[in-house]
C-alpha cells in the first residue's frame, strides 16, 4: 500500500492512525490507495503496533447490571457513545461493586485493558479512587469523589443546583422545607444538600437534618413517611433527585396531602419521571447526555496527550405544577 501512494511505510502508517506531522496531499494518496485495495486494518497488529486497545471503559460502582438501564445512566451511556464513536473507540461497560468486579476493574487499569476509563458513582472509601490515581492509564472521573479532588472530571453544579432549587420553595412562601437527601456517602449527596442548608440558613430558616434515600422511588416515598411522622407541619420539600420525588409525590397522596398547596416539591435531575408525574414534577434540570458526552471528549484528549481542565456544567430550574 505504501509504494501505490508513493509514500514511505512509516507516513503510511501515520496516515492510518490518524497521527500528526503528515501533509495532506500524502494523506490523500494513502487514503486513495487504502480504497484501491480495499484495505481493512487488522485491529490487534495495530493494538500491537501503537499499544492502543481501540477502547473505553465506563466503571460504574453500582451493585446490579441493570442500574445501566436507569435513565440517568441511560442518557450518560448516549453522550458517553457518541463522543467515543467519533474518535473510534469502542464502549466497555463495567460494574465494580462486588470483590470480584473491583478485582477485574483493578486488572483492567494495571494491564491498560483499555485506552482509558472513565469512573461514576464512586462512594466514599472505595478503593478504585486510590487505584485510578495509581494507573498508568487515563481515568477521567464522573463527577468528584469523597476525598481528594482528581487531576481530571466533569462533574454538574449540583450545590448551585439545590440552592437554586431551595431558593424557590422559600421564594413561593414556604418556610418548612425538608430535605430528601442523596447518598450521604457521596459527594453528589453531600453538595445538593449543602446547597439546601446553604440556601435555608441564607433565607433566616432552621433547615432540617438530612433525610437519606438512595435516589430511588422507594426510598424517597420511605423518607417522605418519615418526615411527615417527624413534621406533620411541614409545607415543602427538596428531593435530590426526580426518582425520590416522584416517591415523596405518591406518599403526600396517599396522606391526603395537595401539592403544591399544602406541600411544595422539587426534585432535581429533569428526567422522564418528572414530566410524567402526579402532579408534574419542577426540578433542576441537569445536562444528562451532556455529562457523559464531555466525560468521553475529556478522556480522548487524554489519550491523545493532551492535558484537559476539569470540568463544571450549569443546572438550571425547570418549573412544573409541584411548586
Known amino acids: 500500500m505504501a509504494e501505490l501512494a508513493g509514500v514511505s511505510r512509516s507516513v503510511a502508517s501515520r496516515a492510518l492512525n490518524n497521527a500528526p506531522h503528515v501533509s495532506r496531499a ?5 487514503e486513495r490507495a487504502v480504497r484501491q ?36 445512566f441511560a442518557q450518560v451511556i448516549v453522550g458517553a457513545s457518541a ?13 465494580a461493586a462486588s470483590d470480584r468486579g473491583r478485582g477485574r476493574v483493578e486488572r483492567l487499569l494495571r494491564a491498560k485493558g483499555a485506552d482509558g476509563v472513565m469512573l461514576m458513582a464512586l462512594r466514599e472509601g472505595d478503593p478504585l479512587a486510590p487505584m485510578a490515581e495509581q494507573a498508568k492509564m487515563p481515568v477521567v472521573f464522573g463527577g468528584r469523589p469523597v476525598g481528594p479532588v482528581p487531576r481530571w472530571y466533569v462533574d454538574v453544579d449540583n450545590v448551585g443546583g439545590a440552592r437554586e432549587a431551595t431558593e424557590y420553595l422559600v421564594s413561593r412562601g414556604r418556610t418548612r422545607v425538608a430535605m430528601i437527601c442523596g447518598r450521604l456517602d457521596t459527594e453528589a449527596g ?11 440558613l441564607a433565607a433566616g430558616l432552621d433547615p432540617f437534618p438530612p433525610r437519606e434515600g438512595d435516589f430511588t422511588e422507594s426510598s424517597g416515598a420511605a ?39 399544602d406541600v411544595c416539591v ?12 402526579d402532579p408534574p414534577l419542577t426540578t433542576v434540570h441537569q445536562p444528562i447526555s451532556a455529562f457523559g458526552r464531555e466525560m468521553a ?5 487524554l489519550v491523545n496527550g493532551q492535558d484537559p481542565t476539569p470540568l463544571i456544567l450549569p443546572t438550571r430550574l425547570v418549573v412544573r405544577s409541584s411548586a
Open 297 to 301: 471528549r475529556m478522556l480522548v484528549a
Open 190 to 200: 453531600r453538595a445538593r444538600y449543602r446547597g439546601y442548608r446553604d440556601a435555608m
Open 223 to 261: 423518607a417522605m413517611a418519615a418526615l411527615l411522622a417527624e413534621h406533620p407541619d411541614l409545607d415543602g420539600v427538596f428531593a435530590a433527585n426526580d426518582n425520590m420525588g416522584a416517591g415523596a409525590l405518591r406518599t403526600l397522596r396517599a396522606a391526603g396531602r395537595l401539592v403544591p398547596a
Open 83 to 95: 463522543a467515543l464513536e467519533e474518535a473510534d473507540l469502542h464502549l466497555m461497560l463495567c460494574l
Open 37 to 72: 485495495l480495499g484495505y481493512v486494518p487488522n485491529p490487534t497488529a495495530r493494538a500491537l503496533a501503537t499499544r492502543h486497545t481501540g477502547a473505553a471503559a465506563l466503571v460504574v460502582a453500582g451493585e446490579d447490571p441493570s442500574i445501566f438501564a436507569d435513565p440517568f
Open 26 to 30: 500524502k494523506r490523500e494518496a494513502v
Open 266 to 277: 422539587v426534585g432535581f435531575d429533569d428526567l422522564a419521571v418528572a414530566e410524567l408525574a
